[in-house]
């Protein structure tokens, strides 16, 4: 979902994390000082190592970066013909920069450089990627640049790799799915649309089912603008009707008409989680371990259900987690989620937010379900702090320090449970093998402190302004 993303860039929201009272303390809470705004990842806090300089430093500040990237992430070339080649674009993979792109420093060109691709120049400009933190960590410079300016996402590791799941997986064939998407009018059989969000790809509706009206529904409508609009759906509907869990938003069924495809799904009409995270913050409040518990709880046992099927979801984020007044929690958005069967990714579309991706995944490796398992941790930061690490950064610069400094953490440990730590701790290794599986994060005790459903669904209620004995309709 890239809502919050546009959001995000237009810096609407960047207010400091502060001590906020917990949910239970919502009422009366007294004002406590705010934390120092310090990065959320070791010492060397992102604004002590940006480069601040104004733009008098620019030409010299540049040249600089050149020769940096010159020097670390295009490995010299022994052969001296070759490399008195200049520009041979396109951009290769990572581990083949050096081959494809050749720079030689030229000091009569006003850059100082010529071979390195402008853009690659700009971007690292403009996101504050500094000469030294080039020169400290180039290959992950290199690997952000080639994912943030080609961003087809890695393959997925190899069958070796993925055991966890092997025994219990029902990997089973599904129909094409063209057969299940009906080319008739939506309209004939749902009335009283009415708009309740907005997705990059199109609007979402809650309507009612003309026949049975207390069936109630969202639908998704999405303008089939191109092929690969046509196939990205597509991929969303396959997964969404092949997994059938409690912790994911079920598909109902999908139309074709009027140049739109209309996709018909279980009905979550209390909105994402982060519209519950986001109230709590506007009331200076957070969620409490037992909710957080809970959450957890439930994207875990959506994505035990999801990696059954081998696949992973690839988004989770508390925009992608829906929630009623019931106090159900679901998984949602299929449109990053991948086969793992498949060896390679054909995926094109620009990758959304990185905020909560995995270092593996940006930095070109095979991956698996582990990525999920990072992304969790990071929703679980969310919820304690109002927003993921690294959300006041671009996604360039974040995407670096992802790769390129150690686990983000708690920006005031203290003040959590030990529990709570040693979950996230277990959830935001940087090295996948170490990173928990799903089965062993279920297990964990932190989620023997989980609220119950019927607590959690108090709290939506709070935040949705919706009163407790009133049912919802
Ligand atoms: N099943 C649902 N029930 C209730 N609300 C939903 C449902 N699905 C989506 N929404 C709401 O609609 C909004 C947009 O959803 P959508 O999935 O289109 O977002 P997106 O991920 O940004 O879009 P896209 O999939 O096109 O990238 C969500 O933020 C959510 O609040």
Redesign the pocket.
């Known amino acids: ?4 993303f546009l959001k995000d860039s237009n810096q609407e929201h960047k207010q400091a994390i502060v001590e906020k009272p917990t949910v239970g303390e919502l009422h009366g809470a007294t004002d406590k000082e705010n934390d120092s705004h310090t990065s959320p990842f070791s010492e060397s806090g992102s604004s002590k190592i940006s480069q601040g300089s104004g733009d008098e430093n620019l030409p010299k500040r540049k040249i600089d970066l050149y020769r940096a990237i010159v020097r670390k992430i295009f490995t010299p070339l022994e052969n001296q013909e070759e490399s008195r080649l200049a520009i041979s674009a396109p951009i290769s993979s990572p581990s083949q920069v050096s081959h494809k792109v050749h720079v030689e420093y030229d000091p009569n060109s006003s850059t100082g450089f010529v071979g390195l691709p402008p853009h690659w120049e700009q971007l690292l400009l403009n996101a504050g990627i500094g000469t030294q933190e080039v020169e400290q960590y180039p290959q992950e410079a290199a690997d952000v640049l080639r994912f943030h300016t080609k961003p087809n996402l890695p393959p997925i590791a190899t069958d070796d790799m993925l055991s966890a799941y092997d025994d219990d997986c029902t990997n089973e064939e599904l129909s094409p799915v063209c057969s299940i998407i009906l080319q008739q009018d939506p309209y004939t059989f749902y009335k009283d649309l009415k708009k ?9 509706y ?1 309507a009612t089912s003309i026949d049975c009206p207390q069936h109630r ?2 639908m ?1 409508k ?1 303008k089939l603008t191109s092929q690969t609009v046509h196939e990205a759906m597509e991929t ?1 509907i396959n997964m969404m009707r092949s997994i059938q869990n409690d912790n994911v ?1 079920r598909f109902y069924e999908a139309y074709e008409w009027d140049e739109h495809l209309w996709l018909v ?8 989680l ?2 519950i995270i986001y109230f709590l913050m506007e009331h200076k409040c957070y969620l409490d371990e037992k909710h957080i518990a809970f959450v957890c709880q439930e994207v875990l046992k959506g994505l035990e259900g999801i990696h059954a099927l081998r696949r992973i979801h690839r ?1 989770v984020k508390s ?2 987690v ?1 929630t009623d007044f019931d106090g159900h929690m ?1 998984l ?4 990053y989620c991948a086969q793992i069967s498949n060896e390679k990714l054909k995926r094109t579309t620009v990758v ?1 937010t990185p905020y909560w991706m995995a270092p593996e995944l940006i930095r070109g490796k095979p991956y698996d379900y582990k990525v999920d398992v990072w992304s969790l941790g990071i929703l679980a930061l969310e919820c304690a702090e109002g927003e993921p690490p690294l959300l006041h950064e671009t996604p360039l610069r974040a995407m670096f320090l992802i790769t390129t400094r150690g686990p983000p953490g708690l920006k005031s440990p203290d003040r959590w449970s030990a529990l709570f730590r040693d979950f996230l701790q277990k959830c935001l290794q940087i090295e996948p093998s170490k990173r928990a599986s799903i089965k062993e994060l279920l297990l964990h005790p932190f989620l023997k402190s989980a609220s119950s459903r019927k607590e959690m669904a108090k709290l939506i209620r709070l935040c949705r302004k919706v009163p407790e004995h009133v049912p919802f309709m």
Do not use: Y
């Open positions: 979902m890239f809502s919050r309740i969000g907005e997705g990059a790809s199109g609007s979402v809650k529904v969202a998704k999405v969303e938003v799904m279980e009905l979550l009409e209390a909105g994402s982060t519209d988004d925009d992608n829906l679901k949602a958005d299929f449109g959304g």
